[in-house]
């Protein structure tokens, strides 16, 4: 390691510090092998800021769990007893109105973002447009003119402080995008925006929507174009980035009331008209109810001390709309109902039929015409995944109804401070959806695809490519039961997670009218055991056999509920029982089922078969590939 002398930077407000940062390694990995020129030596640049204190006056605002906003900790030791040592605070700039008797007013100094000049366009039209959209919540909020967009000034450093960056970044592999600041950790008070923008993620809407309407579209201009529609969800990712940058959370609550907010994770809203795909309205354009209200609540003026204290908790307790976080959307076992990650529509489990339509249209037109002249046929398994799972995200969002809590984020006082369990009618109606997703229909490719998909591939690859098909059981082969076995997991995982088998238990033992443990898995197993003829059979057999081994480790998984460990045990030995006295007559059920039957009755063996991690095909990554922005 080593510090760089020749990378220091100063500027009025902040110094810049570089040390280079030297890791070896003999057994380097996949990711280091495709980035670093001598895989076993991975160099890493440290920087250090020295950043000058802000001028006194800037008056912090409390954070309230109800407004998704970022926010700073202290720790006040001298508290008196009986109130909190933590003091929460927002982050926020400091905005100011040269006017402050003015219900509107121009400010002393607008907050200003500057686009990368790096952004080639009209990516970087997009990135400046989507951007603003916010100008219109701060006008309503009380600031004239207080908000604006700008491309970055030639010979400006995006390292100097007192520039509002929105920069344009290149990646190996497609990765989240990041909107963060710097703030000044006594008050919340930033000081400068910064965002991230991966240049792969709009490479990855391109190839979706190649394979949702055919490439001979790029460059059309129409509404299917995949070109406008990529532009498009660029704009929301602007908006979404910098909104975190100015302070605001995820609500990922925005997509079940119209497009509250930017701040979701949007799904594109895949259309069927005439029976075709429409993408006319994939994206929405501006920002969204949930949007205005979270600038108003961190940024408009209120009056001081307790008065303004009341004005925000009014503010917040009569909203009106849902809010839903990061820790009650993300993971399998999550259980707010209204929370989840690139769903679309009020209800999750009309919007997934909605989706299993679409996805049918899609697969079944899918083929050449997802191609480029010229562009190799084997690079249809990489088109085909996104349209295979298409409806991923709309699965994890109708899972959470089953054994879902409707819970906010309430304080003291407030009305909505209870917690009641999704109707029992609705999580049925989820159970039914979610098994319909397991059908042999849906889950077969389609014949004429087949040949395609085996196409050789010549040349060397890339490391997106590799990690982005289906790995073949059968080597570069197609092999559609992978790609069946794969849909099956998106959502026999998400429905037997361990916090969701839990729930059902606790939900069942307060109210018998509510699906419980049992019911979950005979509704299962009646699903995966229904018989299948022709073409579909085998497809059953391998999500069947997916569906036992899901629940054999769902018993086993130290995690569970130990109630609904020994409800899955004793379904399971039923089942065994049942299937070594009449497997069936046709030979292959047949042999599947005494196979089944056998592992059921030997534990050391199922133990075996579960720990090897061959034989359940990985899932190609969906979000980009990280952890979160």
């Known amino acids: 390691s080593m510090a760089d002398p020749s990378a220091v930077k100063v500027f009025p407000e ?20 495709n980035i670093a020129p001598d895989p076993k030596l991975f160099s890493l640049t440290v920087r250090h800021s020295l950043v000058k204190l802000p001028e006194p006056g800037f008056v912090p605002r409390a954070f309230d769990p109800r407004v998704g906003t970022w926010g700073v900790v202290g720790l006040d030791y001298a508290a008196p007893l009986g109130e909190d040592i933590v003091e929460r605070w927002t982050r926020r700039f400091r905005l100011e109105k040269t006017d402050p008797t003015a219900a509107v007013s121009t400010v002393k100094k607008p907050i200003v973002f500057y686009v990368d000049r790096g952004a080639p366009e009209p990516i970087r039209t997009a990135l400046q447009e989507g951007a603003a959209w916010w100008a219109e919540a701060f006008e309503k909020a009380g600031f004239k003119d207080a908000y604006r967009v700008e491309i970055l000034p030639e010979g400006v450093d995006p390292l100097d402080i007192r520039y509002n960056m929105i920069n344009w970044v290149n990646r190996a592999t497609r990765g989240w995008s990041i909107g963060n600041s710097v703030s000044d950790p006594r008050t919340g008070e930033i000081l400068k925006g910064s965002v991230l923008l991966g240049s792969l993620r709009v490479r990855q809407d391109m190839l979706i929507f190649e394979g949702l309407v055919g490439a001979e579209q790029i460059g059309t201009g129409g509404a299917n174009d995949p070109v406008q529609v990529s532009l498009a969800r660029l704009r929301q990712l602007s908006a979404h980035e910098v909104g975190h940058s100015l302070g605001f959370a995820h609500n990922f609550a925005g997509s079940t009331q119209a497009r509250a907010s930017v701040m979701d994770y949007p799904a594109p809203r895949v259309k069927l008209t005439d029976g075709r795909i429409d993408l006319s309205d994939a994206y929405g354009v501006g920002i969204g109810a949930w949007d205005r209200f979270v600038v108003d609540w961190l940024y408009a003026d209120v009056p001081p001390g307790e008065a303004g204290r009341k004005v925000l908790a009014d503010k917040a307790a009569q909203t ?6 990061d820790g009650d959307s993300r993971g399998a076992g999550s259980g707010q109902p209204w929370g989840a990650l690139w769903d679309d529509g009020p209800d999750s489990v009309a919007e997934l039929r909605r989706m299993m339509a679409a996805r049918r249209v899609a697969l079944d037109r899918f083929g050449l015409k997802a191609l480029k002249p010229g562009e190799a046929v084997e690079t249809l398994k990489r088109k085909f ?5 298409l409806h991923r995200y709309q699965v994890e969002a109708a899972v959470k109804q089953v054994a879902g809590v409707e819970y906010s984020y309430a304080v003291k006082g407030d009305a909505a401070a209870v917690a009641p369990p999704v109707a029992a009618d609705r999580q049925r109606a989820a159970l039914l959806a979610l098994m319909a997703t397991l059908s042999p229909a849906e889950l077969d490719t389609p014949e004429a695809l087949i040949p395609l998909m085996s196409a050789g591939q010549s040349g060397e690859t890339d490391r997106q490519y590799a990690i982005e098909v289906f790995a073949g059981m059968g080597g570069p082969v197609f092999d559609p039961l992978v790609a069946a076995d794969v849909a ?3 959502t026999l995982d998400p429905l037997l997670a361990p916090e969701r088998l839990a729930r059902l238990v606790e939900q069942h033992r307060h109210d018998p009218g509510q699906p419980g443990v049992g019911e979950v898995v ?7 055991f229904t018989p299948a003829s022709g073409r579909s059979a085998e497809v059953a057999r391998r999500v069947r056999w997916r569906a036992v081994l899901n629940l054999a480790a ?8 130990p109630q609904a460990a020994a409800e899955i045990d004793l379904k399971l030995a039923d089942l065994a029982t049942r299937l070594k006295a009449t497997p069936g007559t046709d030979p292959a059920d ?16 199922l133990s075996r078969v579960l720990a090897d991690t061959r034989l359940k095909p990985e899932t190609p990554p969906g979000m980009p590939i990280g952890d979160m922005d």
């Open 385 to 389: 995944v996104p349209i295979y799972l």
């Open 320 to 325: 009106g709309l849902r809010y839903v976080t």
């Open 590 to 605: 047949r042999a599947l089922n005494l196979r089944l039957a056998a592992l059921l009755r030997d534990d050391e063996a």
């Open 14 to 33: 902040n110094i810049e510090f570089e040390a280079r940062q030297t890791f070896a390694s003999d057994t380097p990995g996949p990711e280091t092998r």
């Open 488 to 490: 099956a997991g998106v």
């Open 522 to 528: 005979d509704t299962l197993l009646l699903t995966v």
């Open 554 to 561: 769902a018993a086993r998984d130290v995690r569970r509920s």
